[in-house]
């Protein structure tokens, strides 16, 4: 059952590491997950000269949370909104149309890996949560919440 709270504004917590840039350590994080029958959904990588984070979501955060506190691997937490694109990328004008619409600045998005309905999923870290759930609920946008993406 879900709180009064989590029915306004579902977030999918987004881990974002940081690994030294170097060839290979992706591949270790992907394989520490894996080995712990984690998948990652969606990824994005952001580099440095030294450094890259690493942004992900995950099928199970609250593991993914102990495995990287257990091999001391520097993150970071942010909830994040998915929003389902029934129609593609035709649907993403009207997703960014109608958070314009309702003032609701986007820091950062992308696109999930995995999908449970075969429909594509967009990540957005927005300003303000439950104003972005909100308006795309209103404009009949599906929003997902780790369940429907942890199946």
């Known amino acids: 059952m879900e709180t009064a709270q989590g029915a306004l504004s579902p977030h999918i917590p987004q881990f974002s590491i940081f690994l030294a840039n170097k060839p290979g350590r992706l591949l ?3 394989n ?3 080995s712990h029958h984690i998948l990652i959904v969606a990824l994005t990588i952001l580099d440095t000269a030294d450094s890259a984070i690493v942004r992900i979501i995950v099928s199970d955060p609250e593991t993914t949370r102990a ?3 257990e091999h001391t691997l520097p993150y970071t937490e942010t909830p994040l909104v998915a929003v389902e694109l029934p129609h593609g990328a035709e649907s993403l004008r009207d997703v960014l149309r109608a958070l314009w619409q309702a003032e609701c600045n986007i820091y950062f998005t992308y696109a999930f890996l995995i999908t449970p309905d075969d429909k594509p999923i967009l990540a957005l870290h927005v300003e303000d949560q439950e104003i972005a759930c909100d308006v795309l609920r209103r404009h009949q946008f599906r929003i997902l ?3 429907d993406i942890s199946r």
């Open 67 to 69: 495995i990287l506190q």
């Open 145 to 147: 919440s780790q369940d």
């Open 32 to 34: 520490l997950l894996s």
């Open 28 to 30: 270790e994080l992907t």
